[in-house]
């Protein structure tokens, strides 16, 4: 049974910007616009809300935005937000609009804030895994994962047209926070050497004997692809210092790609996720959920309490480990 006591929903992304975020709210809005009732969107994320920044939104205006990156109501942090004080403005703003819902946009800081804003006001929040980090607990894909992968793959087979012509060793360092999502899988489409990820921990020192038996194997070049949440990451020039101390005969460079990530148009994957989980967000919110996020598990959509989503960190493919190792001889 549906609650009709929802009659206006909201819509704002929050923290870092992923590819298919407009997708999303696409899909959020023209849902609405289905099951007529009103939507406004919220810019700059929960600083936006504070402000009571608010634009009505229909389904005409959300036209030619599945194919674009970013998104087009804004993100920004928001301080004032993590305070009460802010946050009881923020809800005051959502009163006085006549917003009965919210759907938000973002990450495991997205969803902290929703579920503490949850817990003082009762207000109904359900969230939608907006990152390219694959980092959020209890769904298998966050919107934007998939056009990072196919972004970083094609930078990487650049650099290995470079690296090949000059015998070089590369050291490629690839986003995904404390998640080494991206690397790994990355790392298994561009056909690296070596994989570094936080999960492992291995160390320049492991990285040094795996490059040396790759040379022995008979390889010339190498890429290796490190994610920015690992040690290694974290001094990635001092690592190539030390691998050109301790390898003679590699040519080592650094390649940090950055922000370049995040960017782009999004993959028809992600377009399709966004689009699937912004209609469940609506149907959601009308069944009577709230505090909860809208995911992605075994190809069904699934609710999950944002506790859940925030708790601890999403686990690593161990068979996707052992995969790397297999094909990286």
Request: charged content about 25%.
């Amino acid at each position: 049974m549906k609650n009709r006591e929802i009659k206006k929903i909201g819509v704002l992304t929050s923290g870092g910007d992923s590819p298919g975020m407009n997708a999303a709210i696409r899909a959020v809005v023209r849902a609405t616009a289905y099951n007529n009732l009103e939507c406004i969107g919220i810019y700059r994320g929960y600083q936006g809300l504070i402000e009571g920044d608010f634009i009505p939104l229909n389904a005409r205006s959300v036209k030619n935005k599945i194919n674009r990156g970013g998104t087009m109501l804004k993100s920004a942090r928001s301080s004032l937000f993590r305070t009460k004080e802010g946050r009881k403005i923020a809800y005051q703003k959502l009163i006085d609009a006549s917003v009965d819902a919210l759907v938000v946009i973002g990450g495991d800081g997205t969803f902290t804030g929703a579920k503490v804003f949850n817990e003082e006001f009762n207000f109904p929040i359900v969230g939608l895994p907006g990152t390219i980090d694959n980092d959020i607990n209890g769904t298998d894909f966050t919107i934007g994962y998939d056009t990072a992968l196919n972004t970083v793959v094609e930078a990487i087979d650049k650099i290995r047209d470079t690296a090949n012509s000059h015998n070089r060793l590369f050291l490629v360092e690839v986003m995904g926070r404390n998640a080494g999502d991206i690397a790994l899988s990355a790392g298994i489409g561009a056909g690296a050497e070596a994989i570094i990820i936080p999960e492992q921990d291995l160390g320049k020192d492991y990285l040094v004997s795996s490059l040396r038996k790759s040379k022995k194997s008979g390889k010339s070049s190498s890429i290796v692809v490190v994610s920015e949440g690992d040690e290694i990451g974290k001094n990635i020039f001092q690592v190539a210092k030390y691998i050109e101390e301790n390898l003679k005969e590699y040519e080592v460079r650094v390649t940090v790609l950055g922000h370049i990530q995040r960017g782009g148009t999004p993959s028809c994957f992600d377009r399709v996720l966004a689009s699937k989980l912004g209609v469940a967000a609506i149907d959601a919110l009308l069944e009577g959920k709230k505090d909860c996020m809208i995911g992605i598990h075994n190809s069904k959509v699934v609710a999950v309490p944002f506790a859940k989503t925030i708790q601890g960190e999403n686990e690593i493919d161990r068979a996707l480990l052992r995969v790397a190792e297999i094909v990286s001889i």
